[in-house]
């Protein structure tokens, strides 16, 4: 799952070298050398395998005009409306050049946008040379739609007097909240708006500094070729060349940090993944969109200000030696500020494979099993297969005599499909797991023919909104047979499209996979499609039982991106639903009754609702922006409140874990400590038993 902004970063601060964009460091003059043999080999393969080729025309030209023009400058505060006059030359030849002229476009933009970025910091610094007042009523707004471009020099500094005018009462507030705890220091309200300028200036500094360093070369050229390719979907994408002896050598050294996968957007570094079992993960005050503010190391009295540092520089201060301790100061969704020490460790891989518990029910054993992702073993005879470890894990607990089980696949991003049609076929005896399909000819069916299931008993699969590609091939296929009951929030990711990577290659129209030297491409080249004949792209998957969804105020799913494939439709694969069938439309009709009409899972659904629907428009006058903070703050607070169960889950460790736990470091069993107390409090977890205990009353007749 891409993001749409390409200057975007995202590495992980934890045991290992980052996974995804890994930044090019070596073999990049190659592709300078080669803009144009670069540039028509990818678009020509894009035109030639690509599931959804686009129309080189007038039309598509315009769009890919649009999209560099976005991509470089969303806000609309670099480029002045001259500017764009002079690039309208080129709108409506972009289809050409990517048809075999010569590649010019990108040059020239790149060259004015240089320009102007340096124009832009002799613009913040001298707008942040002079104090702000925040006692008139002025609005900024954080997502601004049909803004139009600066007519001239005069117009842009206004712009980005409202924007670094808000930036600034943001730091401003900061500190005089901090001032209230400062029994030493006696700042005025003047010296704080002046540490607040000199923040906000050193921020934007280094934010310009990242931006100037993608105007080289080659990151000008990627983030154009890029522009291009995300207009046929949002999963292809071109990477440039990586020297891969120095990668193999990151890989093969030891890290130790928090734990998290971050990424940089705007100049501010923030948390876009925590590491299950990782220390910020099992501090439980590290959330996902978390942003860096401060790093202060073990042992130490002194703050490291982050505002506007590199990615790489700010995972230096994060990463240490085994056991030492860093304190970060995250700026939280709500705007509040929070310090937590965090002590570092070394990923435990283990922690990201299949695993289960036990929910002791007063009435019955239920088992539960997550996993992060369907990894697979590539072939490794050392390697882990999740299948396999499934069908260990789902062993174990037959072994615990377990009545049912819950398969938590929450922020599951995928992986193999092999491993989701073997797992499947843990559930279902024989039949159609998927189907795959190219733009043209007839699609090919995945099946399973076993001669008997690992589990027939009851079964519900816990889904949110990034539950996505092999997961929902999972969730669908159980809810398609009416295996087991999917519950969730209002739908799953809806990423239902394959990509293969391919070598750009030295000659034109070459496409093996052989030749990396000049990049690879990234190519949306399939579909999949349920049982049923629908697609999983776009719409993903429905659960039977809807639960609020803590993302959907974000709109972080394939359908907020408007380059992504549509839903359409194929033939249906011939298959027999399971016979667990009638008791699967009774508790769905039961549990979705109750769950409708639950009053606490309608006042968070308000809430949410309040908070996707609140105003993009913010105030700069002091006190009206402290009260929209504190809404913010209180309704975010009260959200995390209503999402603890009110009663803590019964949940242990399965018999043999709590035999291996004796025997283990002490770290293993505090994040195993950790991970249970986390199942404990959890209220969608809560809600999945409460369907399952429902299925256990529809077997026995009672209502």
């Not at 007038?58 to 690039?87: A, C, P, W």
């Not at 860096?292 to 990463?319: F, N, P, Y």
């Not at 990201?352 to 019955?364: H, L, P, Q, Y």
Request: charged share 25%.
């Amino acid at each position: 799952m891409k993001s749409t902004s390409f200057f975007n970063r995202t590495f992980f601060a934890g045991s290992a070298i980052c996974l995804l964009s890994i930044p090019a460091i070596a073999q990049k003059s190659k592709v300078v050398d080669n803009v144009d043999l670069v540039f028509h080999n990818t678009t020509g393969m894009l035109q030639q395998i690509h599931y959804a080729p686009q129309p080189l025309n007038d039309h598509f030209s315009g769009q890919v005009f649009t999209e560099y023009l976005q991509q470089l400058d969303g806000g609309k505060r670099f480029f002045l409306k001259s500017d764009i006059t002079r690039f309208r030359e080129f709108e409506w030849q972009l289809d050409d050049e990517m048809r075999g002229k010569m590649v010019q476009f990108y040059k020239v933009v790149n060259t004015v946008y240089k320009q102007r970025v340096k124009e832009v910091e002799q613009i913040i610094k001298d707008l942040l040379a002079q104090p702000f007042s925040f006692t008139n009523d002025e609005y900024f707004n954080d997502s601004p739609k049909n803004i139009l471009y600066c007519k001239n020099s005069d117009e842009l500094k206004t712009r980005w007097k409202n924007y670094l005018k808000y930036q600034v009462l943001v730091q401003y507030d900061d500190l005089l909240e901090q001032r209230k705890k400062d029994t030493v220091n006696h700042f005025t309200d003047a010296q704080l708006e002046t540490k607040a300028r000199e923040t906000v200036a050193r921020i934007e500094k280094r934010s310009m500094e990242n931006i100037l360093k993608l105007t080289a070369d080659e990151e000008a050229f990627n983030l154009y070729l890029n522009s291009i390719i995300n207009l046929y979907d949002p999963h292809s994408s071109y990477f440039l060349p990586v020297d891969r002896r120095e990668f193999q050598e990151g890989m093969s050294g030891i890290y130790y940090g928090i734990g998290a996968l971050l990424q940089e957007q705007n100049g501010k570094v923030s948390i876009a993944e925590l590491m299950i079992g990782g220390p910020a993960w099992k501090s439980g005050q590290v959330e996902k969109g978390d942003v860096l503010v401060k790093v202060q190391q073990g042992g130490s009295t002194e703050k490291t200000d982050l505002a506007g540092l590199a990615m790489s520089e700010v995972i230096k201060l994060t990463r240490g030696q085994k056991g030492t301790t860093v304190t970060i100061t995250f700026r939280k969704n709500d705007g509040s500020l929070k310090d937590v020490t965090i002590q570092r460790e070394a990923l435990q891989l283990e922690d990201t494979f299949v695993k289960s518990a036990i929910i002791n029910d007063s009435s019955a054993k239920i088992g539960y099993i997550t996993f992060p992702k369907f990894y697979t073993n590539f072939g490794d005879a050392n390697g882990r297969s999740c299948a396999t470890d499934m069908a260990l894990e789902l062993e174990k607990l037959k072994a615990e005599n377990v009545e049912g089980v819950v398969i938590d696949i929450r922020d599951n991003t995928g992986g193999s499909l092999g491993e989701v049609i073997n797992m499947v076929g843990l559930f279902i005896k024989q039949g159609p797991v998927v189907q795959v399909k190219s733009s043209i000819g007839t699609p090919y069916v995945s099946t399973v023919n076993n001669p008997g299931v690992l589990y027939d008993g009851p079964l519900v699969v816990l889904v949110n909104e990034m539950s996505a590609s092999a997961a929902e091939i999972f969730a669908a296929a159980i809810q398609d047979y009416h295996r087991g009951i999917v519950i969730g929030a209002a739908s799953t990711y809806g990423k239902g499209s394959v990509q293969r990577g391919f070598g750009v290659g030295e000659t034109k129209n070459q496409i093996g996979p052989d030749n990396l030297d000049l990049g690879t491409i990234h190519i949306t080249l399939q579909k999949y499609y349920r049982i049923t004949g629908a697609a999983t792209q776009l719409k993903g998957v429905s659960p039977d039982i809807k639960l609020p969804g803590i993302y959907e105020p974000y709109k972080m799913q394939e359908k907020d991106n408007p380059t992504a494939l549509k839903w359409d439709t194929i033939a249906a694969a011939p298959f027999a639903l399971s016979n667990h069938s009638e008791e699967v439309s009774r508790t769905i009709a039961a549990a979705g009754g109750r769950i409708e009409k639950d009053s606490s899972l309608l006042a968070l659904r308000k809430n949410i609702h309040w908070l996707e629907n609140r105003s993009n428009l913010h105030s700069m006058k002091l006190d009206k922006y402290r009260a929209e903070k504190k809404q913010l703050q209180q309704t975010i607070a009260t959200i995390r409140k209503q999402l603890v169960t009110a009663d803590s889950l019964p949940v242990i460790n399965t018999a043999d874990v709590q035999e291996e736990l004796k025997h283990k470091e002490q770290f293993r069993n505090d994040s195993n400590k950790a991970w249970l107390n986390s199942l404990k409090k959890d209220l969608f977890l809560s809600e999945a038993i409460l369907v399952m205990q429902t299925w256990f009353k529809t077997r026995t007749g009672n209502s």
